[in-house]
């Protein structure tokens, strides 16, 4: 079954698989709960930082994505997150990101996560 949401806490509660997507690009993969524990695309660390917490005393870091989100039918060359990424560099133009293995089966596609010769 294919179960489409943008509230991360609910995926994680539902589904075993996670695929994140930005203008139409998975940037994250990976098993649920690995994927929710330790995110390692910055995109998907906004969207959990984004995740409502039902301790009104607990303190989290929100992680708010600057610029405008660009249009899906023109998306930007390269990585189509770079136009709002905290980490984008010229490199993030040139080219699409590879994937990099970050477990069995949890994979991004970032230059700048480890494990990318970084």
């Known amino acids: 079954m294919l ?3 943008h509230d991360l806490s609910v995926v994680d509660y539902l589904c075993d698989q996670v695929a994140v997507m930005y203008l139409g690009r998975i940037v994250e993969s990976g098993p ?3 994927v929710h524990r330790a995110p390692a695309h910055p995109y998907t660390k906004a ?3 984004a995740v409502p917490v039902p ?3 607990a303190a ?3 992680e708010i994505l ?5 249009s899906p039918l023109s998306p930007p060359s ?3 997150f770079r136009t709002r990424c905290p980490k984008a560099t010229q490199e993030c133009a040139a080219a699409l ?3 990099v293995a970050l477990g069995a089966s949890h994979v991004a596609h970032c230059i700048h996560i480890e494990g990318n010769g970084r």
């Open 78 to 80: 390269g990585c189509v």
């Open 3 to 5: 179960f489409i949401a």
């Open 32 to 34: 649920a709960q690995v």
């Open 60 to 62: 989290r870091k929100r």
């Open 47 to 49: 969207l959990l930082s």
């Open 66 to 70: 600057a610029g405008q989100i660009p």
């Open 55 to 57: 301790d009104p005393h």
């Open 97 to 99: 990101p590879p994937a």
